[in-house]
């Protein structure tokens, strides 16, 4: 079974443009992440959803981040305007469910989408 | 501030040498989770402690959650050059429904 997919691997774009990340999950997975990984910050929960629908989504740094999961098998998440520090890769994970309460199952990472914001 | 700190930051070394990598926090943790990440991919679920004390072995790679839950170690016998990664240990706290990564260990095995 395919893992995990993310689009585009690499993104190289200029200051103030608008940037898509794509992810679809593993079929049959109710739980899709979005993290940021940087050397500075380290790896971090951005945003979670639920059977499509946002749960948590605390982590996202600021209002010009958005994500969105119009359906179980994509999911996007966009930031508009893209700023130099926005730098980062940016993983998409899934899961099939929370497993028993406050034990989180096992997640799986795509191989996540290495974005330079020049 | 990271919720979730590790030591060492970096390790190297060698071959058939013995490790320990530390994860703590001063908050509780509902579980445990160690994820090992190679260069160019996403992290990989190696074990997850559920109960404080808990020790869990997989091959070389042994784990254990603290009593207190407040902290998590992993231990690694005879290290192979492809132990070589970031280890990151991860989990829940027992009031939120956020999930958090540790700052990561790099090690490097040198044959």
């Known amino acids: 079974d395919a893992g995990v997919i993310q689009s585009p691997r690499h993104e190289v774009t200029e200051m103030g443009q608008e940037v898509t990340l794509r992810c679809k999950p593993i079929s049959g997975h109710d739980y899709l992440f979005w993290y940021r990984q940087t050397m500075m910050r380290g790896l971090e929960l951005l945003i979670y959803?639920?059977?499509?629908?946002?749960?948590?989504d605390s982590g996202m740094p600021e209002d010009r981040f958005s994500a969105k999961m119009p359906n179980a098998s994509f999911s996007t998440l966009k930031i508009q305007p893209s700023e130099p520090r926005d730098s980062a890769v940016y993983f998409c994970?899934?899961?099939?469910?929370?497993?028993?309460?406050?034990?989180?199952?096992?997640?799986?990472f795509g191989p996540g989408t290495r974005l330079t914001v020049l | 501030t990271q919720l979730l700190e590790q030591s060492p930051q970096f390790l190297s070394i060698q071959e058939g040498e013995n490790l320990t990598v530390y994860c703590n926090s001063s908050?509780?943790?509902?579980?445990l989770q160690w994820y090992r990440q190679e260069p160019g991919e996403g992290p990989v679920l190696l074990v997850t402690?559920?109960?404080?004390?808990e020790v869990k072995k997989l091959k070389r790679l042994t784990f254990q959650f603290g009593d207190a839950r407040k902290d998590s170690s992993l231990h690694i016998t005879a290290a192979q050059p492809g132990d070589t990664g970031l280890y990151l240990c991860?989990?829940?706290?027992?009031?939120?429904?956020?999930?958090?990564f540790g700052t990561g260990t790099s090690l490097t095995v040198i044959p």
């Open positions: 908050s509780v943790f509902s579980s």
């Open positions: 959803f639920n059977n499509n629908v946002p749960i948590d």
């Open positions: 991860a989990g829940p706290t027992n009031t939120g429904n956020q999930f958090y």
């Open positions: 402690v559920v109960t404080g004390g």
């Open positions: 994970a899934s899961s099939k469910d929370r497993g028993r309460q406050n034990s989180w199952n096992e997640q799986f």
